[in-house]
C-alpha cells in the first residue's frame, strides 16, 4: 500500500499558475506509474495526467493538455502538477494517485492508492 499527500493547492485568478505537489511512502516510488485526477462539484472524478515509472512517458487530458506539465522526482518519492494558464473550469479538488503497476494508465480503476485531495480554486 503507498500512502500519498498532496499539498499546494489553494486559490488563484484566471491565468495564473500552481504547482501541486503529491508525497508518497511505502511502496518503492520508482516501481509504480502516478497520476492526478480531479473532481468538480456535482461532477464525476477525471483523468487529468499520468506518468510513467521513469518520467519519460506522460499522458495528459485534452483539456490541460498544454497548460499542465506532470513531473516526477524518483529521489524525493514525489509527483509534482505544474498548472498554468489556469481557467475558472479547473476548479476541483485534485487527487494524486498511485497506479499498480510502472506504465502509463488513464483509467482510474487502473489506481490502487489516493490521497486525499487538494483544493484548486480559480476566479475568473
Known amino acids: 500500500q503507498v500512502q500519498l499527500v498532496e499539498s499546494g493547492g489553494g486559490l488563484v485568478q484566471a491565468g495564473g499558475s500552481l504547482r501541486l505537489s503529491c508525497a508518497a511512502s511505502?511502496?518503492?516510488?520508482?516501481?509504480?506509474?502516478m497520476g492526478w485526477f480531479r473532481q468538480a462539484p456535482g461532477k464525476e472524478r477525471e483523468f487529468v495526467a499520468a506518468i510513467s515509472w521513469s518520467g519519460r512517458s506522460t499522458d495528459y487530458a485534452d483539456s490541460v493538455e498544454g497548460r499542465f506539465t506532470i513531473s516526477r522526482d524518483n529521489a524525493k518519492n514525489t509527483v509534482y502538477l505544474q498548472m498554468n494558464s489556469l481557467k475558472p473550469e479547473d476548479t476541483a479538488v485534485y487527487f494524486c494517485a498511485a497506479a499498480s503497476g510502472p506504465w502509463v494508465v488513464v483509467g482510474s480503476a487502473d489506481f490502487g492508492s489516493w490521497g486525499q485531495g487538494t483544493q484548486v480554486t480559480v476566479s475568473s
Open positions: 511505502g511502496r518503492t516510488f520508482s516501481n509504480y506509474a
